[in-house]
């Protein structure tokens, strides 16, 4: 009922393939070492191809279940100008799903087939949006440090060898850009503000300090899939190394607010690498597998939007047509 994909036939037979053309395989990846893009029609490898769509539709589930957290507090936002700001966040983090949706589409698994593995759990989506938002601080640290988390992922896999998903980085990351300013000013305003103000704020840094650090992916010996996505240049940094980029725009730009990370170990070292103490694995791997707080809440509340939503989509559709082009 959703939108087209971009799969030839000879694509489409090819895709149980375990063995590849030696002469195109070296072709591709010569392509990749000149630093070309890659665009949906050229030939690439199948393994290539399951890992883009494996991960651009992790990643746009990630937008739309990660606008739930926040769209919990659109009718709570403490005065006007924040409740502008929140709806218009929460928008542009959909409009993120869609960009991605249609970048994985052109791979050729349809927005449906994604649509029905986000609820039926075969695809995951990122931890961090399985934890409540319990009070405006978890906010304003989403806003700061779950949007500046994300960006320095987005803007590193921006550079990355898939055109289509390169581009609809780049057009995110200006997004997100303004996401930030909006959470480092509600950060600073709660820092300043009362003590209860300060006190909600460090509680909130103190639950999302682990999941942040989850939120890049285990550590690179533990990894699954980083090899092959920097060999193919999907991606350009190791998990540990975005992690340990995160830390140092951002473990500063706390500190100096007087508030701190549940963390004694937490420190620069003088080659430039952040020591912190090992976040709990196995609850990351709880979450990311369906156990997390707010795992089976975000899945219902899609379900829901997934019903209410499909007459709609039959009512756009003309007796000839198979799916509803996105609006987006
Ligand atoms: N959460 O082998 P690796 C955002 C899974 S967007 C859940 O290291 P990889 C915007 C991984 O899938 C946030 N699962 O994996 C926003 C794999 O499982 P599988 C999303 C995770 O792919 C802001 C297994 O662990 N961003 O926040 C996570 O090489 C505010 C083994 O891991 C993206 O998706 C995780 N954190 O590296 C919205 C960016 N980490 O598939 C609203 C694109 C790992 O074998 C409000 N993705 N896993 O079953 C990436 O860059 C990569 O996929 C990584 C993981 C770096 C996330």
């Known amino acids: 009922m959703y939108g087209s994909t971009n ?12 063995v590849e053309d030696p002469e195109k395989l070296e072709a591709f990846e010569s392509r990749i070492a000149r630093g070309e ?35 919990t507090w659109i009718t709570r936002a403490p005065n006007f100008r924040r409740k502008l700001a929140l709806i218009a966040k929460v928008q542009d983090e959909i409009g993120h ?80 850009s303004f996401h930030l300013k909006q959470g480092h000013d509600n950060v600073v305003y709660l820092a300043t503000g009362t003590k209860h103000q300060r006190a909600i704020l460090q ?36 998990n540990d190394d975005m992690r340990n980029q995160f830390l140092d725009q951002y473990v500063p730009k706390i500190w100096e607010l007087d508030i701190t990370f549940p963390d004694p170990n937490l420190k620069k070292n003088n080659d430039g690498i952040w020591e912190f103490s090992d976040p709990d694995w196995n609850e990351f791997k709880r979450v990311i597998n369906g156990g997390g707080p707010c795992n089976a809440e975000r899945i219902a509340v899609r379900k829901f939007a997934e019903e209410a939503g499909r007459w709609v989509r039959q009512a756009l559709m003309s007796p000839t047509e198979k799916y509803v082009v996105p609006l987006a």
């Open 7 to 18: 799969l030839s036939e000879e694509d489409a037979k090819r895709m149980n393939t375990t």
């Open 37 to 71: 893009k890659i665009e949906p029609q050229d030939w690439m490898p199948v393994e290539y191809r399951k890992q883009l769509i494996r991960m651009i539709e992790q990643h746009a589930h990630s937008e739309i279940v990660g606008a739930l957290p926040e769209g």
């Open 203 to 238: 509680d909130a840094i103190n639950r999302w300090y682990v999941p942040l650090l989850h939120f890049f992916g285990p550590p690179d010996k533990m990894s699954a899939h980083s090899e092959k996505l920097m060999k193919w240049k999907v991606k350009l940094a190791s």
């Open 97 to 176: 799903g869609q960009l991605l949706y249609s970048a994985a589409e052109t791979l050729g698994k349809t927005r449906e087939e994604m649509l029905n593995d986000l609820l039926n759990g075969k695809s995951k989506y990122s931890n961090v949006f399985n934890y409540p938002a319990k009070t405006w601080a978890d906010i304003a640290v989403i806003g700061f440090l779950v949007d500046g988390a994300a960006i320095v992922n987005q803007v590193i896999n921006s550079k990355g060898s898939y055109g289509p998903y390169c581009r609809a980085l780049e057009r995110i990351c200006y997004e997100e």
